[in-house]
Nanobody, 128 residues
Framework: QVQLVESGGGLVQAGGSLRLSCAAS????????MGWFRQAPGKEREFVAA????????YYADSVKGRSTVSRDNAKNMVFLQMNSLKPEDTAVYYC?????????????????????WGQGTQVTVSS
């Protein structure tokens, strides 16, 4: 079992930056893929970015590509999301996710159902 705790959310003006952090504890040896999702009021939870433990390859949603960077510190069992040039439409609760997996050669987990462990979420609000 894995426990995840996010931090770093807050209120920022459009064009600003935030860095979200997620600390994992528990059975951390199984953390193959870790990722970030977000959920705005009245909307479904959507994929933001994810990173593979081995090799550190990353992938992003088109909506944040070029503005965000996901990284991880395997020694500390942490994953980060640096978000720049924030827009009001980035406003949402951001969730850290772990134990990502999917079937099929070369597949990359990006659906909420692909991840088994979740944090409690951290609010990001971008004002215009």
């Amino acid at each position: 079992q894995v426990q995840l705790v996010e931090s770093g959310g807050g209120l920022v003006q459009a064009g600003g930056s935030l860095r979200l952090s997620c600390a994992a504890s528990g059975d951390t040896f199984i953390l193959s893929f870790m990722g970030w999702f977000r959920q705005a009021p009245g909307k479904e939870r959507e994929f933001v970015a994810a990173i593979r433990r081995s090799g550190g390859s990353t992938y992003y949603a088109d909506s944040v590509k070029g503005r965000s960077t996901v990284s991880r510190d395997n020694a500390k069992n942490m994953v980060f999301l640096q978000m720049n040039s924030l827009k009001p439409e980035d406003t949402a609760v951001y969730y850290c996710a772990a134990e990502g997996s999917c079937s099929g050669y070369g597949c990359l987990p990006r659906r909420p159902s692909d991840f088994r462990s979740w944090g409690q979420g951290t609010q990001v609000t971008v004002s215009s």
